[in-house]
């Protein structure tokens, strides 16, 4: 039943792993690092008034923010699928997910076709 030889699922795994720490680790330097700095910096510059600018700020803030908790969602969610061996599987249909695409993006849960679907639903 599964379809990646131990060696390309090993693999994968490492690439899930290493995208996990990357996204922990911007996700903690968004939200104490370099961006609350940059942000005391334009509030110090700015006299006045400076709520409409916040409040602007904080909509890109947790744009980031979504994408990356999609992101860490969908490596979460590819690496509970290792732990379970269903991983490599169309979380819809169930079919096999070719090794190239994998490669390309470890973190996928669908086939194409069910992944095109998914997208179409969400707009
Ligand atoms: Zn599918």
């Keep these: 039943m599964q379809h990646l030889t131990p060696g390309q699922q090993a693999l994968l795994k490492t690439e899930l792993d290493l995208r996990l720490r990357q996204l922990d680790r ?61 991983y490599g599987l169309c979380a819809d249909c169930g079919a096999t997910i070719p090794f190239d695409r994998l490669k390309a993006e470890p973190w996928a849960l669908r086939c194409v076709g069910c992944a095109t679907a998914a997208e179409q639903r969400r707009r």
């Design 26 to 86: 911007r996700v903690t330097e968004h939200h104490q690092g370099t961006s609350r700095a940059e942000h005391a910096h334009q509030v110090l510059e700015q006299d006045g008034d400076d709520a409409p600018q916040r409040e602007g700020e904080r909509e890109i803030d947790f744009a980031i923010s979504d994408l990356e908790a999609r992101e860490l969602d969908a490596v979460g969610a590819a690496l509970a699928r290792i732990e379970r061996g269903q």
